[in-house]
């Protein structure tokens, strides 16, 4: 499965917990329920993985931590605030970089509806 039709699971799984949880509450408690879908739907989903970085050489373990990560493909950043913010694509941007990843979501359950709270990263290796 691509990013792609990875990407149109996650975001479907998103929508089923948005709709059964609403807005207003921890950032968690979206965190383990959209593992839970995504794992219904037969999906790997690794959750809060640490992440190594390297400057010049040096090498930081556990330097972040990707909320979860779909099919060893699709990093997922989950978010509870008033609204998306360019440091938030950012983040999820060196995220991708780091990692060597594609493409990634970044997921705002605050939002009143997801499709509002939904922005597509894309890194151009």
Request: charged letters at 25%; a neutral charge; hydrophobic letters at 45%.
């Amino acid at each position: 499965m691509n990013e792609n039709e990875l990407s149109n699971k996650i975001i479907a799984a998103a929508i089923e917990v948005h709709r059964n949880l609403g807005p207003g509450l921890l950032e968690s408690v979206y965190q383990q329920c959209l593992q839970y879908e995504l794992e219904n739907h037969g999906l790997e989903c690794g959750v809060e993985l640490p992440m190594t970085a390297t400057y010049k050489g040096k090498v930081f373990d556990s330097a972040f931590r990707l909320d979860l990560l779909v099919e060893r493909k699709v990093i997922v950043e989950l978010k509870v605030v008033e609204r998306i913010l360019p440091v938030h694509e950012a983040q999820l941007l060196s995220y991708l970089r780091l990692t060597g990843k594609r493409l990634g979501l970044l997921i705002n359950f605050h939002a009143p509806m997801i499709k509002t709270g939904l922005k597509r990263i894309v890194n151009n290796l």
